[in-house]
T-cell receptor, first 111, second 114 residues
């Protein structure tokens, strides 16, 4: 069965610092990959997606992720954190007709 | 498009009562998913439908939970009788098979069972 692993349930950064959220998937066939963001008391919103076109994917709010097949990874980065980036981030991989989600990483941004 | 619509947004009920959560998916989407989110267990897939037909309900916790999709624009998740441990945020999501399985989530229903 496919699985998605997000390293670190909580990540803390200072405003202006680099954001790096890690995601690894387990699949013999590279799936479609997604990053979703959940702000407090809201549903999940799509940040970006990898659909086998380009390995470096740019999303909303300055986020980007790079697909690395050799490392089965799809890490999310942002050069400079903003207070408004504080939220929970979920990595997901497509299955036959569903998505397998990681357990989520809470991003904490301090001034 | 208005996105996925869920109602109610908040529900407070007493143990033993019946609870019905409602979802309207995005028009044209052929998959509908029900999730539950709690601090302890995270995001759990309960059941999903394809073209109004339930495909996998293995995530439904017990017989107290049931879900229906009578037509392409409406689905319900019912809990009867409700218990305090059912307190959670319930999300509905929809997707289109031809769009990489990207799911669009509703705002959720926060259920509190006293």
């Amino acid at each position: 069965a496919q699985s998605v692993t997000q390293l670190g349930s909580h990540v803390s950064v200072s405003e202006g610092a680099l954001v790096l959220l890690r995601c690894n998937y387990s699949s013999s066939v590279p799936p479609y990959l997604f990053w979703y963001v959940q702000y407090p008391n809201q549903g999940l919103q799509l940040l970006l997606k990898y659909t086998s076109a380009a390995t470096l994917v740019k999303g909303i709010n300055g986020f980007e992720a790079e697909f690395k097949k050799s490392e089965t990874s799809f890490h999310l980065t942002k050069p400079s954190a903003h207070m408004s980036d504080a939220a929970e981030y979920f990595c997901a991989a497509s299955g036959y007709s569903t998505l397998t989600f990681g357990k989520g990483t809470m991003l904490l941004v301090s001034p | 498009d208005a996105g996925v619509i869920q109602s109610p947004r908040h529900e407070v009920t007493e143990m033993g009562q019946e609870v019905t959560l409602r979802c309207k998916p995005i028009s044209g989407h052929d998959y509908l998913f029900w999730y539950r989110q709690t601090m302890m267990r995270g995001l759990e897939l309960l059941i999903y439908f394809n073209n109004n037909v339930p495909i996998d309900d293995s995530g439904m916790p017990e017989d107290r939970f049931s879900a229906k999709m009578p037509n392409a624009s409406f689905s319900t998740l019912k809990i009867q009788p409700s218990e305090p441990r059912d307190s959670a945020v319930y999300f509905c999501a929809s997707s289109q098979a031809s769009a990489y399985n990207e799911q669009f989530f509703g705002p959720g229903t926060r259920l509190t069972v006293l």
